[in-house]
């Protein structure tokens, strides 16, 4: 496919010029990291996806705050695992010490779609005092909530195939790709093709797409965690805040609503007429949510 | 022989995270052994070995949450990574430092999260040694390949029945009942998702059971990992012959059989020589 680059896109090339790779236990992290603050956001992106999520944000929260943004293991620019499947609770551990590694005080942690599962088991180490980590504040942003197995035991299982299908699909071709994250848009023109093929070559990049299909576990894994996860946000003492893309089909808006219930977060600041991917499609919304509280 | 009561009182509890935790602590050494127990049991598996045990060293031995005399919380589930937090809490909390792990069948789980814990620096603990004794390894493949065959054995079936049909078929029973819509799309099932989370409706059955042999096959990798990268010695008991039945059956027959339990002593005392 021949794609005429948009001058204003940021290429998949130019990003991965941007960060710098961190070598954690036996793993290189790709990390963007800037600003100068002492307060810092630490930035865990969606399933998929990577911290290129971020492009059109990073300027202006990077005047607030340092803003620190790895791609998890298995995404993006960050070392891809074969023959193994890298859990949440793996995911947690490397960012742990990701975080120990650099130094990092005064963490806000904002966690979007599978990115609030990790901070999740991240607040359940918290709240069990195995951890010795400032957290400041967690930002909640368009995720999931564990899945109560109670509901779900028969009826999981097909769940879980189907939505591995759509993803063994979704990933087939570049085209199919496509297709299938503009439906995630609230509007399709709020992200033209040059920007998502840039995701693709992300997603690509070391073989990728040969094992990112982790769906299945993940689901799984949301399932054995349904308490543990479940009470991590309602029992945790770090103030967490809401920011959701109101027009999400992925995830539906009766989640923040029981969240803001039962957790201390009082407050959703929606973004009206973005779904998904609020920082990719409302970029000013989403900085003035994150920004001003 | 040692009532239920005797060994309650031998005792005493801490609370962690709000949780009463049954803990035996007994032997005047310095050098400590801490004991996670199997499934579905408790710290009374060895009420027989500890005598010997604690002629060398201090024995710490906790009853999991859910089991034994400590706190069972209907409403809960709990995963295998909460009962390593538990522990993790509890070991803090009585001011161990540096210790060797002996671990038998479920609790080989819970020390290979530990392990992967101490691996990934998240933990201060000294490890000096782990000893994994009876874990079930293998069960967990012929568990989901070869259930039936599991539930036929003479001598497992029991013990596999018990892990399956309280949640299992209850849960199979259940979810007809309700006819659920599998898709999360609809409003109604996710509020009802989340609502239950502090009701206890349901939740009796499958407070202990239904989740950790999924956990064993997600965490596979993670734990294989923990062993394979550990500096800390490992051992592992194994029997030769016949894999299954010897040592699934020694947990529940460690204080049914005489013979069995003489089996299980001399392992015991020959591998936490530690």
């Not at chain 1, 960012?95 to 130094?103: M, N, R, S, V």
């Not at chain 1, 299982?157 to 439906?183: H, P």
């Not at chain 2, 294989?224 to 299954?244: C, G, H, M, Q, Y």
């Amino acid at each position: 496919m021949d794609l005429a680059l948009d001058k204003n896109i940021i290429t998949a090339e130019s990003w991965k010029n941007k960060g710098i790779f961190i070598p954690v236990f036996n793993k290189e992290i790709f990390t963007i990291d800037v600003g100068e603050s002492e307060d810092c956001l630490v930035i865990l992106h969606g399933y998929l996806t990577s911290s290129y999520d971020y492009n059109k944000v990073i300027d202006e929260l990077s005047k607030k705050y340092r803003v620190i943004i790895p791609d998890l293991i298995g995404f993006g620019f960050s070392d891809k695992v074969f023959d193994y499947y890298f859990t949440s609770v793996d995911q947690a551990d490397y960012i742990l010490e990701f975080c120990k590694q650099l130094g990092l005080k005064n963490i806000t942690f904002l966690g979007h779609d599978y990115g609030t599962a990790i901070v999740q088991e991240i607040l359940a180490r918290k709240n069990a005092n195995v951890l010795g980590l400032q957290i400041k504040e967690f930002i909640y942003c368009n995720g999931n909530l564990p899945i109560n197995h109670s509901n779900f035991l028969d009826t999981q299982d097909s769940l879980k195939s189907e939505v591995s299908k759509k993803i063994i699909t979704m990933l087939a071709s570049f085209g199919v790709y496509k297709k299938t994250m503009k439906e995630i848009f609230f509007d399709n023109d709020n992200i033209t093709d040059e920007e998502l093929k840039q995701m693709w070559l992300q997603l690509e990049y070391n073989h990728g797409r040969k094992v990112i299909n982790f769906i299945y576990n993940y689901l799984r894994e949301r399932k054995i965690f349904w308490n543990r996860w479940s009470l991590a946000i309602q029992e945790t003492t770090v103030p967490i805040r809401i920011i959701w893309g109101k027009k999400d089909p992925l995830v539906d808006e009766i989640i923040p609503l029981n969240l803001a219930n039962k957790v201390q977060a009082n407050h959703i600041h929606w973004i009206n007429d973005a779904g998904h991917f609020p920082m990719l499609e409302k970029p000013k919304e989403f900085i003035s949510a994150v920004l001003n509280g | 022989m040692i009532t239920s009561d005797n060994w309650k009182e031998r005792g005493k509890f801490y609370t962690i995270s709000n949780k009463q935790i049954f803990v035996i602590d007994e032997g005047e050494y310095a050098e400590t052994i801490l004991i996670l127990h199997g499934y579905p049991t408790s710290s009374y598996d060895y009420s027989r070995v500890l005598p010997e045990l604690t002629k060398h060293f201090r024995v710490v031995i906790h009853d999991h949450l859910g089991f034994g005399f400590s706190d069972k919380p209907d409403s809960l589930t709990y995963s295998l990574i909460d009962q390593a937090d538990i522990a993790l809490q509890l070991w803090n909390k009585m001011g161990l430092k540096e210790v060797s792990i002996l671990a038998h069948d479920y609790g080989t789980s819970v020390a290979k999260e530990i392990l992967s814990r101490k691996n990934h620096n998240l933990i201060p603990l000294k490890i000096r040694r782990i000893c994994l004794c009876n874990s079930s390894m293998r069960l967990e493949h012929l568990h989901l390949r070869n259930m039936g065959n599991l539930l036929k054995n003479k001598k497992l079936g029991k013990f596999i029945a018990r892990l399956t049909s309280n949640s299992y078929q209850k849960f199979k029973k259940k979810i007809k009942s309700n006819s659920l819509d599998p898709h999360l799309n609809n409003k109604y099932d996710i509020n009802n998702v989340w609502d239950q989370m502090n009701t206890s409706q349901g939740q009796k059955e499958i407070h202990l059971l239904s989740n950790f042999i999924n956990e064993r096959y997600t965490f596979w990798h993670r734990w294989t990992e923990a062993l394979k990268e550990s500096e800390i010695p490992i051992k592992i008991v194994w029997e030769k012959n016949d894999p299954i039945a010897v040592k699934e059956i020694a947990i529940v027959m460690a204080t049914e059989n005489q013979n069995e339990k003489i089996v299980w002593i001399e392992n015991d005392k020959h591998y936490s020589i530690i």
